[in-house]
Nanobody
């Protein structure tokens, strides 16, 4: 019902910047929360940054001050500006949304296909 498509991943040197974007499409009744998770090799998926429709944000301690999440409610998009990247930020980044497809649906979690980010010299 809700499709999430990410873009913007890639390879960057330590200290560099990348911007990830995600567009939601399909049947969307409400989408109170959007954000980004990441999964590094051999590790569990973890929350990076989430943002509500009221533009309230929450960040993982490891990215505070370096990453900024934003969303456009009118366009159903969410972005992640990543600055001062470190090798430990290397992971596959997944767009996330908690949404209701129709008024009859209960809220459920939706995931994008993932976009790789590699921070290496």
């Amino acid at each position: 019902q809700v499709q999430l498509v990410e873009s913007g991943g890639g390879e960057v040197q330590p200290g560099g910047s990348l911007r990830l974007s995600c567009a939601a499409s399909g049947s969307i009744f409400t989408m109170p929360t959007m954000g980004w998770y990441r999964q590094a090799p051999g590790k569990q998926r973890e929350s990076v940054a989430v943002i509500t429709s009221a533009i309230s944000t929450n960040y993982a301690d490891s990215v505070k001050g370096r990453f900024t999440v934003s969303r456009d409610n009118a366009k159903n998009t969410v972005s992640l500006q990543m600055n001062s990247l470190k090798p430990e930020d290397t992971a596959v980044y997944y767009c996330y949304a908690r949404a209701r497809g129709t008024i009859l649906d209960r809220p459920r979690d939706y995931w994008g296909q993932g976009t790789p980010v590699t921070v290496s010299s």
